[in-house]
Protein backbone atom coordinates (compact mmCIF):
# COMPACT_ATOMS: atom_id res chain seq x y z
CA UNK A 1 0.00 0.00 0.00
CA UNK A 2 1.31 3.86 -0.77
CA UNK A 3 2.32 5.56 1.79
CA UNK A 4 -0.97 6.78 4.12
CA UNK A 5 -1.90 9.98 4.44
CA UNK A 6 -0.54 11.93 7.66
CA UNK A 7 -2.29 13.29 10.23
CA UNK A 8 -1.37 16.81 8.95
CA UNK A 9 -3.16 16.40 5.57
CA UNK A 10 -4.44 20.35 4.81
CA UNK A 11 -7.44 19.11 3.72
CA UNK A 12 -8.84 18.02 6.93
CA UNK A 13 -9.95 20.04 9.70
CA UNK A 14 -8.07 20.82 13.41
CA UNK A 15 -10.92 18.05 14.50
CA UNK A 16 -9.81 15.62 12.61
CA UNK A 17 -6.42 16.08 12.58
CA UNK A 18 -6.45 15.73 16.62
CA UNK A 19 -8.29 12.83 16.05
CA UNK A 20 -5.98 10.82 14.09
CA UNK A 21 -2.79 11.91 15.94
CA UNK A 22 -5.16 10.53 19.01
CA UNK A 23 -5.59 7.41 17.26
CA UNK A 24 -2.57 6.78 16.26
CA UNK A 25 -0.95 6.94 19.71
CA UNK A 26 -3.72 4.44 21.04
CA UNK A 27 -2.57 1.73 17.79
CA UNK A 28 1.33 2.65 18.46
CA UNK A 29 1.62 2.65 22.20
CA UNK A 30 -1.84 0.84 23.42
CA UNK A 31 -2.30 -1.86 20.84
CA UNK A 32 1.61 -2.18 19.76
CA UNK A 33 0.40 -2.58 16.17
CA UNK A 34 3.31 -2.74 13.36
CA UNK A 35 3.89 0.41 11.93
CA UNK A 36 2.89 -0.67 8.63
CA UNK A 37 -0.34 -1.85 10.33
CA UNK A 38 -0.95 1.55 12.08
CA UNK A 39 -0.30 3.12 9.09
CA UNK A 40 -2.46 0.86 6.68
CA UNK A 41 -5.36 2.36 9.42
CA UNK A 42 -4.61 6.03 9.58
CA UNK A 43 -4.76 5.73 6.18
CA UNK A 44 -8.17 4.46 5.54
CA UNK A 45 -9.65 6.76 8.46
CA UNK A 46 -7.63 9.80 6.83
CA UNK A 47 -9.75 8.75 3.76
CA UNK A 48 -12.65 8.55 5.73
CA UNK A 49 -12.48 11.85 6.97
CA UNK A 50 -11.78 13.71 3.54
CA UNK A 51 -14.40 11.57 2.38
CA UNK A 52 -16.76 13.17 5.18
CA UNK A 53 -14.92 16.66 4.80
CA UNK A 54 -16.51 17.16 1.30
CA UNK A 55 -19.95 16.29 2.24
CA UNK A 56 -19.16 19.45 4.55
CA UNK A 57 -18.86 17.68 7.68
CA UNK A 58 -15.73 18.63 10.07
CA UNK A 59 -15.95 16.56 12.82
CA UNK A 60 -17.52 12.92 13.95
CA UNK A 61 -21.29 14.03 15.01
CA UNK A 62 -22.04 13.44 11.00
CA UNK A 63 -20.32 9.93 11.29
CA UNK A 64 -23.32 7.50 11.47
CA UNK A 65 -24.18 4.27 9.37
CA UNK A 66 -25.51 5.98 6.01
CA UNK A 67 -21.76 8.03 5.74
CA UNK A 68 -19.99 4.95 6.50
CA UNK A 69 -22.03 3.21 3.51
CA UNK A 70 -21.52 6.05 1.20
CA UNK A 71 -17.72 6.27 2.01
CA UNK A 72 -17.65 2.40 0.62
CA UNK A 73 -19.79 3.27 -2.03
CA UNK A 74 -17.22 5.75 -2.93
CA UNK A 75 -14.66 3.42 -2.94
CA UNK A 76 -16.83 0.90 -5.08
CA UNK A 77 -17.48 3.89 -7.94
CA UNK A 78 -13.46 4.12 -8.15
CA UNK A 79 -12.67 0.89 -9.17
CA UNK A 80 -11.31 -0.65 -5.68
CA UNK A 81 -10.98 -4.42 -4.87
CA UNK A 82 -12.94 -6.04 -3.00
CA UNK A 83 -10.65 -6.78 -0.70
CA UNK A 84 -9.24 -3.19 -0.67
CA UNK A 85 -13.57 -2.27 0.55
CA UNK A 86 -13.55 -4.86 3.21
CA UNK A 87 -10.16 -3.99 4.46
CA UNK A 88 -11.69 -0.14 4.41
CA UNK A 89 -14.96 -1.37 6.35
CA UNK A 90 -12.79 -3.36 8.82
CA UNK A 91 -10.51 -0.45 9.73
CA UNK A 92 -14.28 2.01 9.87
CA UNK A 93 -15.35 -0.46 12.80
CA UNK A 94 -12.17 -0.94 14.67
CA UNK A 95 -12.33 3.74 14.83
CA UNK A 96 -15.70 3.78 15.57
CA UNK A 97 -15.95 1.29 18.42
CA UNK A 98 -12.51 2.94 19.80
CA UNK A 99 -14.16 6.55 19.08
CA UNK A 100 -17.43 5.41 20.92
CA UNK A 101 -15.29 3.68 23.67
CA UNK A 102 -13.12 6.51 24.38
CA UNK A 103 -16.62 8.62 24.40
CA UNK A 104 -15.64 10.67 21.41
CA UNK A 105 -18.98 9.26 19.87
CA UNK A 106 -22.30 8.39 21.83
CA UNK A 107 -22.65 5.23 19.91
CA UNK A 108 -21.02 2.86 17.47
CA UNK A 109 -22.50 3.06 13.71
CA UNK A 110 -19.85 0.94 12.93
CA UNK A 111 -20.98 -2.38 14.57
CA UNK A 112 -23.66 -2.65 11.63
CA UNK A 113 -21.41 -2.02 8.81
CA UNK A 114 -21.44 -4.94 6.50
CA UNK A 115 -18.82 -5.39 3.95
CA UNK A 116 -18.00 -7.46 0.64
CA UNK A 117 -16.35 -10.55 1.45
CA UNK A 118 -12.61 -10.51 -0.19
CA UNK A 119 -11.82 -13.20 -2.79
CA UNK A 120 -9.14 -15.32 -1.19
CA UNK A 121 -6.33 -16.70 -2.73
CA UNK A 122 -4.10 -19.30 -1.51
CA UNK A 123 -0.52 -19.35 -2.14
CA UNK A 124 1.42 -21.32 -3.70
CA UNK A 125 2.35 -24.82 -1.23
CA UNK A 126 5.13 -27.63 -2.34
CA UNK A 127 4.34 -31.10 -1.67
CA UNK A 128 6.18 -33.64 0.38
CA UNK A 129 8.81 -34.12 -2.55
CA UNK A 130 9.13 -30.74 -3.20
CA UNK A 131 9.82 -30.16 0.52
CA UNK A 132 12.16 -32.48 0.54
CA UNK A 133 13.95 -31.36 -2.27
CA UNK A 134 13.91 -27.54 -0.55
CA UNK A 135 15.50 -28.94 2.08
CA UNK A 136 18.15 -31.24 0.62
CA UNK A 137 19.23 -28.11 -1.90
CA UNK A 138 19.47 -26.03 1.92
CA UNK A 139 21.42 -28.35 3.32
CA UNK A 140 24.28 -28.63 0.37
CA UNK A 141 24.78 -24.83 0.19
CA UNK A 142 25.95 -25.00 4.04
CA UNK A 143 28.18 -28.12 3.24
CA UNK A 144 31.05 -25.12 2.75
CA UNK A 145 30.48 -24.44 6.74
CA UNK A 146 30.19 -20.73 5.86
CA UNK A 147 28.22 -18.74 8.12
CA UNK A 148 25.35 -17.52 5.33
CA UNK A 149 25.56 -21.28 4.61
CA UNK A 150 24.78 -22.34 7.91
CA UNK A 151 22.63 -19.13 8.90
CA UNK A 152 20.22 -19.86 5.40
CA UNK A 153 19.55 -23.51 6.31
CA UNK A 154 18.85 -22.43 9.80
CA UNK A 155 16.22 -20.14 8.33
CA UNK A 156 14.53 -22.34 5.84
CA UNK A 157 14.36 -25.49 8.22
CA UNK A 158 12.86 -23.65 10.67
CA UNK A 159 10.31 -21.47 8.61
CA UNK A 160 8.80 -24.83 7.50
CA UNK A 161 9.39 -26.89 10.69
CA UNK A 162 7.49 -23.99 12.49
CA UNK A 163 5.12 -21.97 9.73
CA UNK A 164 5.89 -18.76 11.68
CA UNK A 165 6.18 -15.67 9.53
CA UNK A 166 8.50 -13.78 8.13
CA UNK A 167 8.57 -10.58 10.32
CA UNK A 168 8.74 -13.29 13.17
CA UNK A 169 11.30 -15.18 12.23
CA UNK A 170 13.24 -11.83 11.93
CA UNK A 171 12.25 -10.53 14.97
CA UNK A 172 13.65 -13.68 16.82
CA UNK A 173 15.89 -13.32 19.89
CA UNK A 174 18.49 -16.01 20.74
CA UNK A 175 16.89 -16.39 24.17
CA UNK A 176 13.87 -16.97 22.06
CA UNK A 177 15.04 -20.09 21.38
CA UNK A 178 14.78 -23.13 23.68
CA UNK A 179 16.99 -25.70 22.87
CA UNK A 180 16.00 -28.16 25.22
CA UNK A 181 12.48 -28.60 24.86
CA UNK A 182 13.06 -27.22 21.14
CA UNK A 183 10.40 -24.62 21.44
CA UNK A 184 10.78 -21.31 19.90
CA UNK A 185 9.32 -18.36 21.67
CA UNK A 186 7.38 -16.12 19.08
CA UNK A 187 6.20 -12.54 19.12
CA UNK A 188 2.93 -12.66 16.61
CA UNK A 189 0.79 -9.37 15.84
CA UNK A 190 -0.24 -7.06 18.88
CA UNK A 191 2.93 -8.53 20.42
CA UNK A 192 1.40 -11.89 21.17
CA UNK A 193 3.23 -14.81 22.42
CA UNK A 194 3.57 -17.73 22.07
CA UNK A 195 5.55 -20.88 21.87
CA UNK A 196 6.09 -23.34 18.64
CA UNK A 197 7.77 -26.28 18.53
CA UNK A 198 10.13 -27.44 15.70
CA UNK A 199 11.60 -30.72 15.25
CA UNK A 200 14.70 -32.67 15.22
CA UNK A 201 16.42 -30.94 11.46
CA UNK A 202 15.81 -27.85 12.31
CA UNK A 203 16.95 -28.52 15.76
CA UNK A 204 20.56 -29.78 14.47
CA UNK A 205 20.60 -26.52 11.80
CA UNK A 206 19.79 -24.20 14.55
CA UNK A 207 22.66 -25.62 16.96
CA UNK A 208 25.25 -25.64 13.99
CA UNK A 209 24.63 -21.64 13.09
CA UNK A 210 24.30 -20.79 16.64
CA UNK A 211 27.73 -22.82 17.62
CA UNK A 212 29.87 -21.98 14.40
CA UNK A 213 28.16 -19.51 12.15
CA UNK A 214 26.35 -17.09 14.18
CA UNK A 215 29.80 -16.01 15.95
CA UNK A 216 31.40 -15.35 12.78
CA UNK A 217 29.27 -12.67 11.26
CA UNK A 218 28.40 -11.18 14.86
CA UNK A 219 29.95 -7.48 15.15
CA UNK A 220 29.47 -5.22 18.87
CA UNK A 221 26.06 -3.93 17.82
CA UNK A 222 24.79 -7.31 16.73
CA UNK A 223 22.71 -7.84 19.75
CA UNK A 224 20.47 -10.91 21.00
CA UNK A 225 19.37 -11.33 17.21
CA UNK A 226 18.71 -14.66 16.26
CA UNK A 227 19.38 -14.16 12.75
CA UNK A 228 21.83 -11.62 11.20
CA UNK A 229 22.44 -9.73 7.77
CA UNK A 230 25.91 -10.00 6.09
CA UNK A 231 26.87 -6.99 8.02
CA UNK A 232 26.32 -7.94 11.65
CA UNK A 233 22.84 -6.18 12.27
CA UNK A 234 19.21 -8.37 12.84
CA UNK A 235 18.17 -9.58 9.11
CA UNK A 236 15.66 -7.94 7.40
CA UNK A 237 12.76 -9.70 5.72
CA UNK A 238 13.74 -8.94 2.27
CA UNK A 239 16.72 -10.76 2.38
CA UNK A 240 14.69 -13.87 3.87
CA UNK A 241 12.16 -13.04 0.68
CA UNK A 242 14.81 -13.65 -1.60
CA UNK A 243 16.60 -16.85 0.04
CA UNK A 244 13.22 -18.38 -0.25
CA UNK A 245 12.55 -17.69 -3.18
CA UNK A 246 16.50 -18.78 -4.93
CA UNK A 247 16.29 -22.27 -2.64
CA UNK A 248 12.62 -22.84 -4.87
CA UNK A 249 13.32 -22.10 -7.54
CA UNK A 250 16.51 -24.18 -7.42
CA UNK A 251 13.65 -26.95 -7.78
CA UNK A 252 12.36 -27.90 -11.01
CA UNK A 253 9.13 -27.86 -11.43
CA UNK A 254 8.16 -26.66 -8.12
CA UNK A 255 5.97 -23.01 -7.67
CA UNK A 256 7.47 -19.70 -7.21
CA UNK A 257 6.93 -19.57 -3.33
CA UNK A 258 7.27 -16.95 -0.69
CA UNK A 259 8.16 -17.18 3.22
CA UNK A 260 4.89 -17.14 3.22
CA UNK A 261 4.18 -19.96 0.75
CA UNK A 262 6.16 -22.08 3.03
CA UNK A 263 4.07 -21.41 6.06
CA UNK A 264 0.91 -22.62 4.03
CA UNK A 265 3.07 -25.30 3.23
CA UNK A 266 4.00 -26.29 7.17
CA UNK A 267 0.19 -25.83 8.05
CA UNK A 268 -1.32 -27.81 4.86
CA UNK A 269 1.21 -30.86 5.49
CA UNK A 270 0.47 -30.62 9.11
CA UNK A 271 -2.98 -31.25 8.59
CA UNK A 272 -2.89 -33.89 6.29
CA UNK A 273 -0.41 -35.74 9.00
CA UNK A 274 -3.50 -35.95 11.34
CA UNK A 275 -3.08 -32.22 13.20
CA UNK A 276 -6.70 -30.79 13.98
CA UNK A 277 -7.71 -27.47 13.53
CA UNK A 278 -7.40 -26.12 16.66
CA UNK A 279 -3.65 -27.10 17.21
CA UNK A 280 -2.82 -25.50 13.65
CA UNK A 281 -4.46 -22.63 14.96
CA UNK A 282 -2.35 -22.18 17.78
CA UNK A 283 0.93 -22.72 16.00
CA UNK A 284 -0.02 -19.82 13.40
CA UNK A 285 -1.17 -17.38 15.89
CA UNK A 286 -4.76 -16.78 14.69
CA UNK A 287 -7.15 -15.04 16.21
CA UNK A 288 -10.20 -16.99 14.46
CA UNK A 289 -9.88 -20.06 13.30
CA UNK A 290 -11.77 -18.95 9.92
CA UNK A 291 -8.47 -17.56 9.17
CA UNK A 292 -6.95 -21.02 9.64
CA UNK A 293 -9.45 -22.60 7.62
CA UNK A 294 -8.39 -20.53 4.80
CA UNK A 295 -4.79 -21.35 5.38
CA UNK A 296 -5.32 -24.81 5.07
CA UNK A 297 -6.96 -27.18 2.77
CA UNK A 298 -7.09 -30.94 2.32
CA UNK A 299 -7.47 -32.22 -0.61
CA UNK A 300 -10.21 -34.16 -1.92
CA UNK A 301 -8.96 -37.45 -1.92
CA UNK A 302 -7.81 -37.60 1.95
CA UNK A 303 -11.70 -35.88 2.40
CA UNK A 304 -12.89 -39.11 0.67
CA UNK A 305 -10.13 -41.45 2.16
CA UNK A 306 -11.66 -40.01 6.18
CA UNK A 307 -15.19 -40.08 5.27
CA UNK A 308 -14.79 -43.95 3.93
CA UNK A 309 -13.04 -44.60 7.16
CA UNK A 310 -15.20 -42.65 9.58
CA UNK A 311 -18.86 -42.42 8.34
CA UNK A 312 -20.90 -45.33 9.28
CA UNK A 313 -23.05 -44.73 6.21
CA UNK A 314 -20.00 -44.43 3.62
Not at 21 to 31: I, P, T
Not at 118 to 142: F, N, Q, Y
Not at 191 to 203: D, I, L, M, N, Q
Request: proline share 5%.
Amino acid sequence: MADAPGPESPDLSGVFVTLLHDYERHLSAERDLSAHSVRAYLGDIADLFEHLTRLGHNDLTSLDLRSLRSWLAKQQSLGKARSTIARRATAARVFTAWAQRTGRMPADPGALLASPRPHRTLPGVLGTSDTKALLEVSAIAADDGSPVGLRDLAIIELLYATGIRVGELCGLDVDDVDTGRRVVRVFGKGRKERSVPYGVPAGKALESWQNHGRAMLAKDGSGPALFLGARGGRIDQRTVRRLVHERVAAIEGAPELSPHGLRHTAATHLLEGGADLRSVQEMLGHASLATTQIYTHVSGDRLRSAYNQAHPRA
